[in-house]
């Protein structure tokens, strides 16, 4: 078994996202991250603060916009504002929304070309068609450790754990976009484990922490972790017990320190990739 170090890729995209954005810097066009904040949840505003410090460090300016106590039109109002505004070229809308809102539902008010966590519903449907777009990061993050990996993907038998339009979805579209063989498993799966032991590759996102035992993964297979469950210490641990399995799994993300730290610099990826596309498209 070996650990899948995303720490050491997220140095290596952050490295080549600095260079990308000095670049720009140098022609006149500063690449502009913004984050819509329409919740006062704590967890959030440390996650939003940790974006905002990564991305300047690596030359991307990255606005912050709190809202207070909105309701679905003052966060309609404010993504349209901002895929309007020519300086802005990267938009994430944080969750959680207020009661009764989805990001299904508002991310339509995104524009596609600045949509580089994958909210507007037409981001999905461009991924299922195969065509350039911006999928949402964490699914991203699995599939830039398994390249990173040098995992071979076509023909493959991937199992993702997990069916939500944010990780799931979007994991399993890219996993059969490399030409795997892809199951999407979810609460009705009759025999999980059965199924789960049929995988290669292993994609955990279903946000139940310790879910995921050795009787679910094959000798060998690569284990990708992309939970996030807070523990009563302040820690983190993932949808995987990781102390049981990592000695059936070949490779296996831990958490912290595999999807995560991904995630975090693809979005800086993707806002520079952004910035690029806006001197086409205006």
């Known amino acids: 078994m070996s650990d899948i170090d995303g720490r050491a890729l997220a140095k290596a995209i952050r490295a080549e996202v600095s260079e990308a954005a000095a670049k720009l810097r140098g022609e006149g066009l500063a690449p502009t991250l913004a984050v ?73 008010y995104i524009s596609p070309y600045k949509d580089i966590d994958g909210a507007n519903p037409e981001s999905l449907g461009r991924l299922a068609q195969g065509r350039r777009t911006f999928a949402p990061a964490t699914s991203a993050a699995v599939l830039e450790l398994l390249k990173h990996e040098d995992l071979v993907l076509e023909g493959a038998r991937a199992v993702v754990v997990g069916r939500s339009t944010v990780v799931g979805k979007p994991a399993a579209l890219l996993l059969l976009n ?36 050795a009787d679910f993964v094959r000798p060998g297979a690569t284990v990708i972790d992309v939970g996030t469950n807070p523990t009563a210490d302040g820690g983190l641990v993932g949808d995987v017990d990781y102390a049981a399995v990592a000695p059936v799994a070949g490779r296996i993300t831990p958490v912290p320190g595999g999807v995560g730290p991904v995630t975090t610099a693809l979005l800086l990826r993707h806002t520079v990739q952004a910035a690029e596309l806006s001197r086409s498209h205006g």
């Open 178 to 213: 490399e030409s795997a063989t892809v199951t999407v498993c979810h609460s009705r799966t009759k025999d999980l484990a059965a199924v789960c032991r049929e995988a290669d590759v292993l994609v955990a996102a279903v946000g139940r922490a310790g879910m995921i035992g």
């Open 36 to 108: 819509l904040v329409p919740t006062d949840d704590e967890g959030t505003a440390w996650y939003v603060r940790s974006i905002k410090k990564a991305a300047e460090k690596e030359g991307v300016d990255c606005r912050i916009v709190q809202l207070e106590a909105p309701g679905r039109d003052e966060i309609v109002a404010a993504l349209q504002e901002l895929s309007a505004d020519p300086a802005v070229h990267g938009i994430i809308c944080q969750t959680p929304l207020p009661e009764g809102v989805t990001l299904g539902e508002v991310g339509w």
